[in-house]
Structure formats: C-alpha cells, structure tokens
C-alpha cells in the first residue's frame, strides 16, 4: 500500500510568476504533510517496512532542504514587503512561526529517522501527537500566507521586480 499522492504543479511552478513558484511549494508541503499523516497510520498497524521507511525518507528530505529554502525566500522576498506595507505584525507572526516549525521539525523528526533507518519500536498513540501539531501548524500557516500575505506581497511589485525574485530564488536551488 502506498502513500497517497495529489496531482502536482510543475516542480517549482512558472519561472515568472515568484507567488506561483511559492504556492507550488506549499503543494509540495501539504502533500508531504499527507505522507507523513499516512505514516502515522500506517506505522502502529504494520511497523517499519521498506514503504514506511521510504516514506520516512521522503519526508525527512523535503522538510530537511525544500521547506527551509522556501522559508527563506518568504523571508527575503515577502516579509519585506508586508513590513513596508506596514503590517509588520502579521510578517513577525510568519516568521515566528518558521521558527516554531522548525522547533517541531527537529522534535518529531527523530521518530521519523528511526522508521527511515528501520529501527522505530511504537511507544504509543502520543508519539505521533507532535506529527498531528506539526501537520496542523504548517495548514493554517500556508492558508494565511496564501488568503493574505501572498495577495498583499504581489500588490507591492511590478512585473519586472516580480521577474528579479523569481530569478534569484531559481539561482539559490541551481536552476538558472
């Protein structure tokens, strides 16, 4: 049995358009957050098995490189411009939550290091409690980027600083 998977976007979504290469990420998120959920499921019925720890594997990369460039591209390109628009409340409770994701990364990743390596012994329903905050966390964090601070970021650029940020952030993952 299979993790489930959802149709996907291009791998970073349109070269011109930075929100569309953005939001391409957060498919990525939620379908890594599906897969992790999956696991969940999966793990205290079957345990570690080659899937699982595939799964695992998967996960641990995206939430090891892709999540972290993404974070910093929202906060090299789009905080900058909420805070200009003068909303820095909202830019400091995304980026506070950048670090509160990466605080339940590093915590719940060590279970998820486990099933890669086939070593996970199930402790019980509570250790997937901080798989549920994480997943829960990371939702309502790209709904409020995507409802509101993505709409006011592009109001902020032209087409040809629009154009710049995508360039800089296909340079910092090698695709220029």
Do not use: N
């Given at each position: 049995m299979?993790?489930p998977?959802?149709p996907?976007?291009?791998?970073y979504?349109?070269s011109?358009?930075?929100?569309e290469m953005?939001e391409?990420c957060h498919d990525?998120?939620?379908?890594a957050?599906?897969?992790?959920?999956?696991?969940?499921?999966?793990l205290?019925v079957?345990?570690?098995?080659a899937?699982?720890?595939?799964?695992?594997?998967?996960v641990?990369?995206?939430?090891d490189?892709?999540a972290?460039?993404?974070?910093?591209d929202?906060?090299?390109h789009?905080l900058?411009l909420?805070?200009?628009?003068?909303?820095?409340?909202?830019?400091a409770?995304i980026?506070q939550e950048?670090?509160?994701?990466?605080?339940?990364?590093?915590?719940?990743?060590?279970?998820?290091?486990?099933?890669?390596?086939?070593t996970?012994?199930a402790?019980g329903?509570a250790e997937?409690?901080?798989?549920a905050?994480?997943?829960?966390l990371?939702r309502a964090?790209?709904?409020?980027?995507e409802a509101?601070a993505?709409p006011a970021?592009?109001?902020?650029l032209?087409?040809?600083?629009?154009?710049a940020?995508?360039?800089?952030?296909?340079e910092r993952?090698?695709l220029a």
């Amino acid at each position: 049995m299979r993790a489930p998977l959802q149709p996907q976007r291009p791998l970073y979504g349109r070269s011109d358009d930075p929100f569309e290469m953005l939001e391409t990420c957060h498919d990525r998120v939620r379908r890594a957050l599906i897969r992790m959920e999956w696991l969940a499921a999966r793990l205290p019925v079957h345990g570690c098995d080659a899937t699982t720890a595939q799964s695992a594997r998967d996960v641990m990369h995206h939430f090891d490189l892709v999540a972290p460039a993404h974070h910093e591209d929202e906060e090299r390109h789009i905080l900058p411009l909420l805070r200009a628009a003068g909303d820095d409340a909202f830019a400091a409770q995304i980026e506070q939550e950048h670090h509160e994701l990466h605080r339940l990364w590093i915590e719940l990743r060590r279970g998820l290091a486990e099933v890669a390596a086939g070593t996970w012994i199930a402790t019980g329903p509570a250790e997937f409690v901080i798989w549920a905050k994480f997943a829960a966390l990371y939702r309502a964090h790209i709904a409020a980027e995507e409802a509101v601070a993505f709409p006011a970021a592009r109001a902020a650029l032209d087409p040809a600083a629009m154009e710049a940020i995508c360039r800089e952030m296909a340079e910092r993952r090698g695709l220029a």
